[in-house]
């Protein structure tokens, strides 16, 4: 229990990292998109996860070292007859010779006495005999995925991942942050219930009330709270909207998809993982760069100067060739339930830094709605 206290720990310490490295990088896409006039989502989504396949360079070091063996430890293995005999030292051996012919004997007949019983009485009760012979090993890690099962999670993961991602970015260009954030935030409904039907997640009253004060906490931070000076309706806003909820449906299915396959995360070798996302998403997607151009949807372009570059190398580098890392970890050292919730504090943050930076207003309903999404996020935990 203690073990597993401090694993949950260090998810949520990850998890407040995540967070603070996200609004960052809102704030960053958002610049990109209005005052540096570089609208385009499907480019900066497709550059970010394509600094990915960085890790498979980190993954190959990896191996290299463990193939060669150099600063490996020798891992453990059980032992057996054979071990015994051919690693103790010889007088220990010659010692409990000695004792082993004082008693012996004795201590054979009784223990064949002993076993004899218990296979009696396991015979009666109809319990398998094999279970009696296989004692618990307590040093035994989870099975890892294989190369070919973390490639197959990773390209699965990849194409849901871009989706909501891109869908999220999108819906920055039609609609508000404000209408933006408060539907994306409604990706908990969508976690609570894609991982109760799969086994991932709990489904209590106390988490489903927990999901819809989130959303309602939400609600009440955007609408009044961070309201900028000049702010103008736009008249394609309903686009922007159905792109926000399209993107939270999609990071329950990928979040939870993740828990279910992985479980613990010393099963997942996460450098590769993020390899296979990166190079999957290199590898498959380029293509739409020629759809877009050619509908009209998004012209390609690049960055055109070297402050829009580094904008974009620091957004992808950061907010989430990093973030991503630590997303991961934290969501497999609690729950998926708990990192959705738990991302929701980057709303009144994200406030908090209009508050700061671009003069906006708050009420005091903006202060409940702040009070609301933590006592959610503390409820998630119970």
């Known amino acids: 229990m203690e073990g597993e206290y401090w694993r949950r720990a260090v998810g949520l310490l990850l ?13 960053l896409v958002s610049n990109l998109f209005g005052e540096q006039e570089f609208n385009r989502p499907f480019f900066i989504t497709y550059f970010n996860t394509g600094t990915f396949s960085l890790y498979l360079l980190g993954a190959w070091v990896s191996r290299m070292r463990d193939s060669s063996g150099d600063g490996t430890a020798p891992r453990r293995r059980k032992r057996s007859g054979s071990d015994d005999g051919t690693c103790a030292d010889s007088s220990d051996v010659e010692v409990l010779t000695a004792a082993t012919a004082a008693g012996g004997t004795q ?16 015979s009666d009760e109809g319990s398998p005999l094999v279970e009696r012979t296989a004692p618990a090993d307590d040093d035994v890690e989870p099975q890892k995925l294989t190369v ?3 490639a197959l999670l990773g390209m699965q993961f990849s194409m849901l991942w871009f989706a909501a991602n891109v869908s999220q970015n999108a819906s920055l260009a039609y609609t508000s942050v ?28 106390t988490r489903l009330a927990a999901v819809v004060a989130s959303v309602v906490g939400v609600y009440f931070i955007m609408e009044h709270g961070g309201d900028e000076p000049g702010a103008t309706a736009m008249p394609l806003a309903w686009i922007g909207d159905l792109l926000a909820l399209l993107s939270a449906a999609l990071y329950g299915c990928y979040t939870t998809l993740l828990k279910h396959r992985v479980g613990d995360e010393s099963r997942l070798d996460a450098p590769l993982f993020f390899g296979a996302v990166g190079l999957a998403n290199t590898v498959l997607l380029w293509p739409g760069f020629f759809v877009l151009d050619f509908t009209g949807l998004e012209a390609f372009e690049l960055p055109r100067s070297g402050r829009m570059w580094a904008m974009v190398l620091v957004n992808a580098l950061v907010g989430t060739f990093l973030s991503d890392y630590l997303w991961l970890q934290s969501m497999l050292m609690t729950s998926p339930l708990v990192v959705t919730l738990g991302l929701a504090l980057t709303i009144p943050l994200s406030v908090a830094g209009d508050v700061l930076f671009k003069a906006a207003a708050v009420t005091p309903l903006y202060f409940a709605g702040a009070l609301l999404v933590l006592l959610a996020f503390v409820a998630a935990n119970l």
């Open 15 to 27: 998890l407040l990292c995540v967070v603070f490295i996200w609004v960052g990088s809102s704030f």
């Open 107 to 122: 201590l054979h007949r009784r223990a064949e006495a002993e076993d004899s019983e218990r296979v009696r009485s396991s």
């Open 148 to 150: 070919r099962e973390t």
């Open 178 to 205: 404000a209408s933006s954030s408060i539907l994306c935030s409604t990706s908990g409904l969508f976690t609570l219930a894609i991982g109760a039907a799969t086994g991932v997640e709990r489904f209590t009253a």
